[in-house]
């Protein structure tokens, strides 16, 4: 399908690896150029050498104020402003009982998860409207529709985003910027390797035994019985940064193989 991105620029936050990487991947296949930004440089690095001469790579801590608005003056500077954003940076954060989690544990995830989007979106998005056409997408999750107990600071936060897009997208598309929002749910990712090498070591097994019993015992919506490829969400990513998402706005573009029960949202 060709989604008119040839001559585009994208800028992609957590672009080292994942959901990240798996977007910059497609978009370059329909002749984007990428920035590929995460926190960690020599990963990011790698990556952008592995995606080719349209891809590129800055390193910036985004839940650093200083770090954020010296990455915009870097892009201006070396490239240029990005018609696409693309933010797919974040963490799963601290896990436990909702009331035991501590002011510390609360602000890494509202940090990572929801102020590194607003920041990064403050110095790129006004760039767009002045010139009148702009993707935004935002990776949120299942869980913002669909809170478990034991991840409430992940959940806060994903929340926040979906809300935030939202009202983003309503000022922002009147200016030529369209903002849509994207929800995975359990995506093969070194974000869920980490969550299940760990799951693994608590039961005293391997990976894909943990894999198997966390979907059955936590996921068992997941009609597919696996986890999502990085692919599969970047498909959706693409799109909603192409013209033929010409006429989507303020939408939520679930890609969770069947998790959410509900059908809000």
């Not at 370059?28 to 990011?44: C, H, P, S, T």
Request: with cysteine; glycine share 10%; aromatic share 6%.
């Amino acid at each position: 399908m060709e989604l008119g991105l040839e001559g585009k620029t994208a800028l992609i936050t957590g672009g080292a690896s994942g959901i990240g990487r798996a977007t910059a991947a497609q978009l370059i296949e329909e002749g984007a150029q990428v920035i590929l930004v995460d926190v960690q440089g020599d990963k990011v690095a790698e990556a952008a050498q592995s995606l080719g001469a349209q891809a590129n790579a800055l390193q910036a801590d985004l839940t650093q104020r200083d770090q954020v608005r010296g990455l915009a003056e870097t892009v201006r500077e070396r490239f240029v402003m990005p018609d696409i954003v693309v933010c797919a940076a974040g963490v799963t954060g601290a896990k436990g009982h909702p009331l035991e989690m501590s002011d510390a544990e609360w602000n890494e995830a509202w940090e990572n998860d929801f102020m590194s989007v607003v920041r990064t979106l403050r110095v790129f998005e006004p760039e767009m409207e002045s010139r009148g056409w702009g993707r935004i997408v935002i990776v949120t999750s299942e869980n913002a529709v669909q809170p478990y107990s034991d991840e409430v600071v992940y959940n806060v936060a994903k929340a926040g985003l979906l809300n935030f897009a939202k009202g983003l997208s309503r000022a922002a598309a009147r200016r030529g910027v369209l903002v849509n929002t994207v929800s995975p749910a359990f995506i093969e990712t070194p974000m869920t390797d980490g969550m299940m090498d760990k799951r693994a070591q608590a039961r005293g097994t391997d990976r894909d035994d943990a894999v198997e019993s966390f979907l059955d015992e936590e996921r068992p919506h997941i009609e597919l019985k696996r986890r999502g490829k990085p692919e599969e969400v970047a498909a959706a990513i693409a799109f909603l940064c192409s013209e033929k998402a010409s006429f989507v706005v303020g939408s939520n573009y679930r890609v969770d193989g069947g998790s959410v029960e509900g059908i809000s949202t």
